[in-house]
């Protein structure tokens, strides 16, 4: 049975071959799922590289407690990330939770409640800044039709200009502005917001995200003239994959699943 096979036997209790993985009775069930679906997450991220020292953030809204959001404590690296560590906050920051006593970025945190509140869809908002990422987001065009992978994101990103700090209602309601209902929305020279329905959805868009940023800016790496040089896809092939993309649970939770085996190999310790 793997971890993510978990089957109660009463209550605060858990059955499953992982010794180091039960469920503290503090928490349901549903909401010590998402807790160590985003400890998985954040130790993803630093498989991945999306990392900057304890800076970005994910953060997922709690099972049935529409205005409670989990995210790191502000001080942790990913890859230490555990699911009982995780602090518990209100939309405005405030702290409902915290064993580590090491609270959340607030001003961090701004950018990702405006987008929890204003979209009951986002139960996960994921922020990054990479090099590719960044590099994307400040080309004029953005993320351009360039590769299969940037196609999942077409006529599904927003754009943000840059405004600094999100330190007043004004900037953080511009977010939701031009989040719109798209899937991404790209912070002009900062970088990308992603959500998801869930954590693994939210992660699976960042992945691809990341490598469709990463393929664009090796590709303009090797010419000086992009709109004589490169080949860009028609708008109606464009059309047609991005239709394509729609759906596809059961190959995010494949992935997923993947993923959490090699962790159980790599990096094990996220389900205590």
């Not at 991220?45 to 900057?52: R, V």
């Not at 405006?114 to 869809?121: I, P, T």
């Not at 004589?228 to 239709?243: G, N, V, W």
Request: hydrophobic fraction near 40%; glycine fraction near 8%.
């Amino acid at each position: 049975m793997s971890v993510l096979q978990r089957e109660s036997s009463g209550p605060g209790n858990v059955v499953e071959s992982s010794p180091h993985a039960v469920k503290p009775a503090d928490f349901s069930a549903e909401e010590w799922a998402v807790r160590v679906d985003l400890a998985i997450a954040y130790r993803l991220f630093d498989w991945m590289g999306i990392t900057d020292l304890i800076h970005t953030h994910i953060s997922v809204r709690v099972p049935g407690a529409d205005e409670q959001f989990l995210q790191l404590p502000y001080g942790h690296l990913f890859h230490e990330a555990r699911a009982s560590d995780m602090v518990k906050a209100d939309p405005a920051g405030g702290i409902i939770s915290d064993p580590t006593g090491l609270g959340i970025s607030r001003g961090g945190f701004a950018i990702h409640s405006v987008v929890h509140m204003n979209r009951k869809d986002a139960a996960c908002v994921m922020h990054a800044h990479t090099e590719a990422s960044i590099a994307v987001a400040n080309y004029r065009d953005g993320l351009l039709p360039l590769t299969q992978h940037a196609l999942r994101f077409y006529g599904k990103t927003g754009y943000l200009a840059y405004c600094g700090l999100f330190d007043s209602e004004e900037k953080r309601a511009s977010i939701a502005r031009a989040l719109g209902n798209a899937d991404v929305l790209m912070l002009r020279n900062h970088g990308p917001l992603v959500i998801g329905q869930t954590v693994r959805e939210a992660f699976s868009r960042m992945y691809y995200l990341e490598r469709a940023c990463r393929m664009q800016v090796a590709s303009l790496s090797q010419c000086t003239d992009p709109d004589k040089e490169l080949l860009y896809i028609s708008a109606e092939d464009c059309r047609a994959m991005a239709a394509a993309f729609e759906g596809g649970e059961s190959v995010i939770d494949r992935e997923w699943n993947a993923l959490v085996r090699m962790l159980d190999k790599t990096n094990p310790g996220y389900d205590e």
